[in-house]
């Protein structure tokens, strides 16, 4: 079974940076296309940015300029570098693959507080 741990999150006031990181067991992250996603509360899911088995990659316009989602194939682990931070990013954030064949169940993802 795939198992997705995310961690990295926390508080941080806007403007600030942070890195998640997504350790990923039972696959391996480099066959497939990887994405982060977050939800606020009261908000549906989003897709925010996502890795193709290459190195391309697709940001929301939201995060764009931002964020850098990358991967390391060595440790199996899914990255994402959150940089000027926003309050309006404060979500918990998954990690999953950016298609149709999302792995079940989700990890617990992490919680990204940003305060103004």
């Known amino acids: 079974q795939v198992q997705l741990v995310e961690s990295g999150g926390g508080l941080v006031q806007a403007g600030g940076s942070l890195r998640l990181s997504c350790a990923a067991s039972?696959?391996?992250?480099?066959?497939?296309?990887m994405g982060w996603y977050r939800q606020a509360p009261g908000k549906q899911r989003e897709l925010v940015a996502s890795i193709s088995t290459g190195t391309s990659t697709y940001y929301v316009d939201a995060v764009q300029g931002r964020f850098t989602i990358s991967r390391d194939n060595a440790k199996n682990t899914l990255f994402l570098q959150m940089n000027s931070l926003k309050p309006e990013d404060t979500a918990v954030y998954y990690c999953?693959?950016?298609?149709?064949?999302?792995?079940?169940?989700w990890g617990q993802g992490t919680q990204v507080t940003v305060s103004s």
């Open positions: 999953n693959r950016a298609d149709a064949y999302r792995f079940t169940p």
């Open positions: 039972g696959t391996s992250l480099n066959r497939q296309t």
